[in-house]
Structure formats: structure tokens, C-alpha cells
């Protein structure tokens, strides 16, 4: 067994050999687990956290170890589904859906909220060199994961000329867009964006022991009383199969992956995680997992490390202070950023 050391800092990576977290059978175990399963933004959502003694449930009406009534699950849930209709392509009247709809023809007023993930948006847009761009959805629309669908050269060719971030303009309060047909996507930083939403809502409630995950974005708050959390990476290609381990406590893990949303044709993957500057999807790598302490910034990074290559994606990890990586190419290969380091032995 390999056994990596984050530099400075307690043991993180334990094993080798993706997002599934093992509950250990926690939450039957144990009374004061409180944990919920349910779907959001069209992935799963999970939240366990530990009822603290020093809470009063018979004050705060809380059910031990409860599910999807539980009043803090209820608060998460609600959080969840206030940014999905907030962020959703597919609601007509969300934010982003109004966005695309007019910010060609009008300036849009859009939300404080909106417009800081915008802004978010461009800034990693400029610190990948571009391989993070929201307008990807230029392109990204023209994709239909389910029904095998994806553009032609031709409709690819005219979509790559509405690519790049130069095509949104920003002010104080409103956003437009320099040409027609071009959109946005915030699929690669929302759900992160909403993970460090619930976390918030956590702390509110002095939840010092929980994991929130959302797909392949989660939280890990507290350690797992007195254990570290292990939050598993997905087998690349067996979705029932964990890939590697990693004990963490405290910590945002992000993974993007080309076997979330994907169809195969003539043995080619046509996957959801698109090159902005061809509009096709990115085939360089198979998996990245980011762990840093937001999970925004998780979210972001998987994606433009996924879209940048083993090689670029790894020496911008290495000159970010508190980010780590571990990535999957398409043979199977592991490498990881420099701060998880082979220790001597143990
Ligand atoms: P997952 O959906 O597997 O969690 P990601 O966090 O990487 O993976 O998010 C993928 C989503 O990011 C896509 O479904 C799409 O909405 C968006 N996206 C795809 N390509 C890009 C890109 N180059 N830049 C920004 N967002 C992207
Ligand atoms: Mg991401």
C-alpha cells in the first residue's frame, strides 16, 4: 500500500488502489447520526452530520436519527432547491435561463448572488488561460447526453466563435452578451457554490461532524468523530467500484469525471466536460479530484484541471497555496500535486 503524506500537515492519502463516501454503517450504528439521501440538480444528494449532546432535539423538535424531515436537512433542501431554481438551464424563469434568453438583445439586472458567481466565473476564466469558461454552453447546449445527440463540424464551427469570456460584458448589476447564440453555464461551479451553502447553514447550527455531498462535490465538516472521514474517488469505469480512499476532516473534495453524463459512439466517449476552444469534450484525463478548503473552488478547479491535461492542470495545482490533486488518465495512471508526497515509510 502507498501511503501519501500532505507536506507539513497530518497523513491525507492513505490508499490506493471515486465521489462515494463510505457511511460505515454509521447511521444505523448510532443514534445521533442524522443522515439524508435525496435528489437535487439533477444528481443525489446526501447529508449526514452528528447530533451533538449538547443540542436540545426535544427543543429543536429533531427526530433522532432522522431523514429527509429532519429540520436541518429541511434547511438544506430548501437551500438546494433555492439555487437550483436560481441556476437550472432547463427552468425557463431561473436567473441563468432568463440570462441566455435576453442578455443578447439587453443589459440583464441580475441578482448580487448571480453576479458574484459571474464574477467567480471569470476568474478562474483568467487563471486557467481559459480552459474554465462558463460560455462553453455556446457549444455545450448543442449536446444531448440521453438521447446520443451531439453537433455536427459545421454547427461546431460557428458555436466556437461564441466561446470566450470577451463575449460578457459585466457591470455593476447587469450582464450582457456581445452576440446572439452566445450562453452560459454554471454546471462546473454550482454545485460546489451550494455545498459551501449547506456547510454555512451547518455552522449556523453549531454542527461541528457532517459530510454534504452533491454527485461528485462534497464537504467534509469535523472529522468522523475521532476518525477521519473517507471520501471515496469513483472507479473511472465501474461505477461499483472505488478507485482510491481518502481520509480527510475539514476539507472540500471535488471530483469531475468523463462517466457522469456520457454516451459512446463508434468506441468514442462524448462527455459532458467540454474544450472551450473546440467545443469537444476533453480527453486528456479521466478524472480529477481537487480537495482545498471551499468547495467552490473545489468544483472550479476539477473542471479546468480536467479540460488543462495532466501537465498544465498539475503546475497550476502546485502554485496554489492549500489545493491538492489527484488525477486519472485514460490508461489508468495516478499522479498527484506535489504537496501529496511519498512519505519514507510507516
Ligand atoms: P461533474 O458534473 O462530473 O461533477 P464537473 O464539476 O466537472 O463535473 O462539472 C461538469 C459540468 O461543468 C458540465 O456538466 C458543464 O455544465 C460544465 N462545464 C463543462 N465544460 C466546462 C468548461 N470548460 N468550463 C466550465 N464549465 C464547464
Ligand atoms: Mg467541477
Known sequence: MLIFR????????????LL???????????????SAQWSVMGTSATLEYWLDDNFDSQKNNLPPNSTLDDPIVVEVRDEFERLNL????????????????????????????????????????????????????????????RARKSPNAEQLKQAQQLIGFEHIQLTNNEVRFTADGVRIDLGGIAKGYAIDQ???????????HAYVALGGDSYVLGDRRGRDWQVGI???????????????????????????????RDGERIHHILNPGTGTPSKDLVS???????????????????????????????????????????????????????????
Open 6 to 17: 500532505r507536506r507539513n500537515t497530518p497523513p491525507l492519502l492513505r490508499h490506493i488502489p
Open 86 to 145: 436560481l441556476l437550472s438551464p432547463w427552468i425557463p424563469e431561473s436567473e441563468l435561463a432568463q440570462v441566455n434568453a435576453r442578455a443578447a438583445q439587453e443589459a440583464v439586472t441580475i441578482s448580487p448572488e448571480f453576479m458574484a458567481l459571474l464574477k467567480k466565473s471569470e476568474e478562474y476564466f483568467l487563471l486557467t488561460h481559459g480552459a474554465f469558461d462558463i460560455s462553453f454552453a455556446s457549444a455545450g447546449f448543442l449536446y444531448d447526453y
Open 20 to 34: 462515494v463516501v463510505f457511511l460505515v454503517a454509521s447511521s444505523c450504528v448510532n443514534a445521533q447520526w442524522v
Open 288 to 346: 480529477v479530484t481537487i480537495m482545498t478548503e471551499r468547495s467552490i473552488d473545489a468544483d472550479a478547479l476539477s473542471t479546468s484541471v480536467f479540460v488543462m491535461g495532466p501537465e498544465k492542470g498539475l503546475e497550476m495545482i502546485n502554485q496554489l497555496e492549500g489545493v491538492s490533486a489527484v488525477l486519472i488518465n485514460p490508461q489508468g495512471q495516478v499522479t498527484y500535486s506535489d504537496d501529496l508526497a511519498e512519505p519514507s515509510t510507516e
Open 198 to 208: 449547506a456547510v454555512a447553514v451547518l455552522r449556523q447550527h453549531n454542527i461541528a
Open 234 to 264: 469513483q472507479h473511472p469505469r465501474n461505477d461499483q467500484a472505488v478507485a482510491m480512499t481518502l481520509p480527510v476532516s475539514d476539507i472540500a473534495v471535488s471530483t469531475s469525471g468523463d462517466y457522469e453524463r456520457f454516451f459512446i
